[in-house]
Antibody
Framework: EVQLLESGGKVVQPGGSLRLSCSVS????????MHWVRQAPGKGLEWVSL????????YYADSVKGRFTISRDDSKNSLYLQMNNLRGDDTALYYC?????????????WGQGTHVTVSS | QSALTQPASVSGSPGQSITISCIGT?????????VSWYKQHPHKAPKLMIY???KRPSGVSNRFSGSKSGNTASLTISDLQPEDEAEYHC???????????FGGGTKLTVL
């Protein structure tokens, strides 16, 4: 059974930093691209970032480019999102999700999310 | 790039069929056969229901079907069941960034 478990979300002040983690099991992590997606309170889904299966290729939404960094550690079956210079509009539930294969656009398994609140 | 356009809400009675639209542009929905649909219950993670416009993942009921015409994709749910009540989100691959663009979500109410 595929499982993804996010952690690291908390309340942080504007301008602060946070590192989200996603621990996975139930599939061969190193074979799949991975995504981060967020959902602000009462809003729709917003794609944040993708990392390719081997970590060589990374994409970011314009809203986070230059502030967020996606990474992975295949030895730990873990995905990360380093978030710097956080702003109020970064407040959201952050999901990690597995790509269906090499599509880079279809997310077939999702974690339950971790809450990030940016507030003074 | 703006989000894909979905109706805020749709409703139907058990046994009926409903269709949710997802309007994009030639840079996303109209340009690629990479539209997906996700079902999300309140406070739960999204679940993939349709991908590549028409494909159903293993385990998803054949009451769910997808289609596309021009810049508009559609999700049709036939023989509505009470458990279909949820929020539905469309997404598409896009040229440039973001890599994936979502719609605003549609709340389906089963009357």
């Amino acid at each position: 059974e595929v499982q993804l478990l996010e952690s690291g979300g908390k309340v942080v002040q504007p301008g602060g930093s946070l590192r989200l983690s996603c621990s996975v099991s139930g599939f061969t992590f190193e074979d799949y691209a991975m995504h981060w997606v967020r959902q602000a309170p009462g809003k729709g889904l917003e794609w944040v970032s993708l990392i390719s299966w081997n970590g060589d290729i990374k994409y970011y939404a314009d809203s986070v480019k230059g502030r967020f960094t996606i990474s992975r550690d295949d030895s730990k079956n873990s995905l990360y999102l380093q978030m710097n210079n956080l702003r109020g509009d970064d407040t959201a539930l952050y999901y990690c999700a597995k790509d269906i294969g090499s599509s880079w656009n279809t997310l077939d398994d999702w974690g339950q999310g971790t809450h990030v609140t940016v507030s003074s | 790039q703006s989000a894909l356009t979905q109706p805020a809400s749709v409703s139907g009675s058990p046994g009926q069929s409903i269709t949710i639209s997802c309007i994009g542009t030639s840079n996303d929905v109209g340009g690629y056969n990479y539209v997906s649909w996700y079902k999300q219950h309140p406070h739960k993670a999204p679940k993939l229901m349709i991908y590549d416009v028409t494909k159903r993942p293993s385990g998803v009921s054949n009451r769910f079907s997808g289609s596309k015409s021009g810049n508009t994709a559609s999700l049709t749910i036939s023989d509505l069941q009470p458990e279909d009540e949820a929020e539905y989100h469309c997404s598409s691959y896009t040229s440039g960034t973001p890599l994936v663009i979502f719609g605003g979500g549609t709340k389906l109410t089963v009357l």
